[in-house]
């Protein structure tokens, strides 16, 4: 009979095999599990024409409502003049608002099945609203980029709407019309106010 012995060498890298389990591994590449553009269909009782055409109008929306976002950021910061502190704490509050309209807007996207856009490079070239200087702008012209960007987004957002809703896709319905429109005409209001020539003190 003969005694089973373990070299010292297996043994050793059996046990740094175990204690490697907690090594981070690094740089893994793989092919992507989905390519943007395919709809990769839940059981949701939506046909795939229905839920690619909505993530195609939602990807749309999706990346203008980003650009929206962003805008209101650098306003935030670069705001200057009498009006700096108000319109500061208005910019943010909206930017805010922005942020939930994009996260709803992205995860509605993939629960249809599709891919939602994401990357600034992609939001770019996607978007439908006009790029902005780097540098600062007066608070009438800043107000007035938010207004064009809201039309144009409410725009979008009203059509995708009543296409979603003609072809049977309620959800997206009701979070155009729910959230991302009223949203954007309550916002439209807040900077619209801003932009009204009235007195200060003196009635005229
Ligand atoms: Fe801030």
């Not at 749309?60 to 980003?66: K, P, S, Y």
Request: aromatic share 4%.
């Amino acid at each position: 009979m003969t005694t089973k012995t373990t070299h010292p060498s297996v043994k050793m890298a059996k046990n740094s095999s175990e204690t490697d389990r907690a090594r981070p591994l690094l740089h893994q590449h793989a092919r992507e599990i989905q390519a943007f553009g395919k709809i990769n269909k839940l059981p949701i009782a939506l046909d795939e024409h229905a839920c690619g055409a909505s993530v195609e109008l939602l990807n749309q929306i999706l990346a203008d409502t980003m650009t929206l976002r962003d805008m209101y950021k650098k306003h935030h910061w670069q705001v200057a003049g009498e009006t700096f502190y108000q319109l500061h704490l208005l910019f943010d509050k909206h930017y805010d608002a922005q942020v939930e309209l994009v996260d709803a807007l992205a995860e509605r996207i993939m629960l249809l099945g599709g891919i939602s856009i994401a990357m600034a490079a992609d939001v770019a070239e996607t978007t439908f609203i006009r790029r902005p200087p780097r540098g600062r702008e007066e608070a009438p012209v800043q107000l007035s980029r938010l207004l064009e960007a809201h039309e144009i987004i409410l725009k979008e957002a009203r059509t995708a709407a009543r296409q979603a809703a003609e072809a049977g896709d309620d959800g997206t319905n009701d979070l155009l019309v729910s959230e991302v429109i009223r949203t954007n005409e309550l916002q439209v209001w807040f900077l619209s106010e801003h932009l009204v020539d009235v007195p200060m003190v003196h009635a005229e």
